[in-house]
T-cell receptor, first 116, second 112 residues
Framework: GAGVSQSPRYKVAKRGQDVALRCDPI?????LFWYQQALGQGPEFLTY????????KSGLPSDRFFAERPEGSVSTLKIQRTQQEDSAVYLC??????????????FGPGTRLTVL | GENVEQHPSTLSVQEGDSAVIKCTYS??????FPWYKQELGKRPQLIID?????GEKKDQRIAVTLNKTAKHFSLHITETQPEDSAVYFC???????????FGSGTKLNVKP
């Protein structure tokens, strides 16, 4: 079956530009997560949705970062006025059902963002 | 919040040898510990996980052990093969919150 997909796979932006990164989770998955992975590091949590509700955005590094999931499926991570330190791979993950205690998160291939 | 530390950062073994990667965590509330394998340019993929009510779990050549008292858990790969070469990440989470706190990764190189 189809896994988590993300687009674009690569994005080059000039400093100051706005970018939008898209995540298509596995169909029927309730939970959706965004992580930021700097080069040579482990993924770091950004934000979490349960259906359309954003339940945790404690990992968003600044108010330039904004995420939404308006219909409880596709999610978009938007970064305004990009800075060089935003350069990283942005990973999206989805999981089936939080309350059932089933924790496996399925990851997408990521979007590699390079800010020049 | 939770802090997960992972060692070593790089590990080189001969094909057929065993490899061990160790992680520690700080938050005693963490009760789910997955391990992900990430090949170069690819997505992280779950290889094994363990919950805090279990001390050890095995799946063919891969095993994970958990010591709740000491707050550390380890990944053991036996009879390593070149296709095991990748970066391995440990993570910790609480059931109620679900977000993962990842270690910094271990680059495993299996030499043929």
């Amino acid at each position: 079956g189809a896994g988590v997909s993300q687009s674009p796979r690569y994005k080059v932006a000039k400093r100051g530009q706005d970018v939008a990164l898209r995540c298509d989770p596995i169909s029927g998955h309730v939970s959706l997560f965004w992580y930021q992975q700097a080069l040579g590091q482990g993924p770091e949590f950004l934000t979490y949705f349960q259906n359309e509700a954003q339940l945790d955005k404690s990992g968003l590094p600044s108010d330039r970062f904004f995420a939404e999931r308006p219909e409880g499926s596709v999610s978009t991570l938007k970064i305004q006025r990009t800075q060089q330190e935003d350069s990283a791979v942005y990973l999206c993950a989805s999981s089936l059902e939080r309350l059932a205690g089933y924790n496996e998160q399925f990851f997408g291939p990521g979007t590699r963002l390079t800010v020049l | 919040g939770e802090n997960v530390e992972q060692h070593p950062s790089t590990l080189s073994v001969q094909e057929g040898d065993s490899a061990v990667i160790k992680c520690t965590y700080s938050d005693s509330a963490s009760n789910y510990f997955p391990w992900y394998k990430q090949e170069l340019g690819k997505r992280p993929q779950l290889i094994i996980d363990i919950r805090s009510n279990v001390g050890e779990k095995k799946d063919q050549r891969i095993a994970v052990t958990l010591n709740k008292t000491a707050k550390h858990f380890s990944l053991h790969i036996t009879e390593t093969q070149p296709e095991d070469s990748a970066v391995y990440f440990c993570a910790a989470s609480e059931d109620n919150f679900n977000k993962f706190y990842f270690g910094s990764g271990t680059k495993l190189n299996v030499k043929p």
